[in-house]
T-cell receptor, first 116, second 114 residues
């Protein structure tokens, strides 16, 4: 059983550009969440996808968007990159729907994005 | 969401028990206490969770006070590989919106020393 994988591992972009980050969820997991982790801070929830629809969103602007595919993999897209978007972006999958009270999340290793 | 308070850092001698405290005085009745850890340059890793009873698994034990306002994560025999940031999280009650959202605070940086 493979765990959560993310690509690329590192990425450098310039301000104003757009970026797409990818995540493959753990086998059998149908819910995917994305988190942003700035240096020295805890991860911050961006949004969650379940059955290919956004199902919950944190305090992030609309230029952060996502997709979930029928195989449960997911993409995070960020438009009009800003310097403050430099962070580690983490993807997490969980095995059941969003309303489970005991769901644990399995995190990938993250993609480190640097915006210059 | 209920907030959690953890000490920013702790040290522990290798082989000894590491006891990591967490205060969550505003926790509501249907909220669980979750613990995750993040080893340097990796994604967070689930450790354990509980609602009101003490819990134990192969990684750790979780002691929740009777009033549920605080908890302690216990690593019974800490090793150097347990050096990490440990996050205590109170998970929102199950709702359709952001039911799986985890709200991370600053965590406790545990340093296990030889």
């Amino acid at each position: 059983e493979t765990g959560v994988t993310q690509s690329p591992t590192h990425l450098i972009k310039t301000r104003g550009q757009q970026v797409t980050l990818r995540c493959s969820s753990q086998s059998g997991h149908n819910t995917v969440s994305w988190y942003q982790q700035a240096l020295g801070q805890g991860p911050q929830f961006i949004f969650q996808y379940y059955r290919e629809e956004e199902n919950g969103r944190g305090n992030f602007p609309p230029r952060f968007s996502g997709l979930q595919f029928p195989n449960y993999s997911s993409e995070l897209n960020v438009n009009a990159l800003e310097l403050d978007d430099s962070a580690l972006y983490l993807c997490a999958s969980s095995p059941r729907g969003p309303a489970g009270g005991r769901n644990e999340q399995f995190f990938g290793p993250g993609t480190r994005l640097t915006v210059l | 969401d209920a907030k959690t308070t953890q000490p920013p850092s702790m040290d522990c001698a290798e082989g000894r028990a590491a006891n990591l405290p967490c205060n969550h005085s505003t926790i509501s009745g249907n909220e669980y206490v979750y613990w995750y850890r993040q080893i340097h340059s990796q994604g967070p890793q689930y450790i354990i969770h509980g609602l009101k009873n003490n819990e134990t698994n192969e990684m750790a034990s979780l002691i929740i006070t009777e009033d549920r306002k605080s908890s302690t994560l216990i690593l019974p025999h800490a090793t150097l590989r347990d050096t990490a940031v440990y996050y205590c999280i109170v998970r929102p009650g199950p709702t359709r919106n952001a039911g799986n959202m985890l709200t991370f605070g600053g965590g406790t940086r545990l340093m296990v020393k030889p």
